[in-house]
Nanobody, 115 residues
Framework: QVQLVESGGGLMQAGGSLRLSCAVS????????MGWHRQAPGKERELVAE???????YYVDSVKGRFTISRDLVKNTLHLQMNSLKPEDTAIYYC?????????WGQGTQVTVSA
């Protein structure tokens, strides 16, 4: 059974940094991409960053230059380094893995950025 468990969220002042991690257990065959999404109160879930099988990356405009997505294929982990945090980054952050068998999601980790 596949499980994705996020960690690293918390409360941070604006301008600070947090590093989110997503630990993957179980076997996922033929991963196409891994990503981080977030959902703020009253808003739809949005894709924040994604890394493809070929290591190409995508970032939503609002986080470009501040967030960095990375993966460790040996440890089966996905990370999101978040620098220069802003109050508008406050949301629940979810990791996602897309494979030929479907999408897998973690339970989410709360990130709160105070002004």
């Amino acid at each position: 059974q596949v499980q994705l468990v996020e960690s690293g969220g918390g409360l941070m002042q604006a301008g600070g940094s947090l590093r989110l991690s997503c630990a993957v257990s179980g076997s996922i065959w033929s991963i196409n991409a891994m990503g981080w999404h977030r959902q703020a109160p009253g808003k739809e879930r949005e894709l924040v960053a994604e890394i493809s099988r070929g290591a190409s990356t995508y970032y939503v405009d609002s986080v470009k230059g501040r967030f960095t997505i990375s993966r460790d294929l040996v440890k089966n982990t996905l990370h999101l380094q978040m620098n220069s945090l802003k109050p508008e980054d406050t949301a629940i952050y979810y990791c996602r893995i897309s494979s030929v068998t479907g999408n897998y999601w973690g339970q989410g980790t709360q990130v709160t950025v105070s002004a």
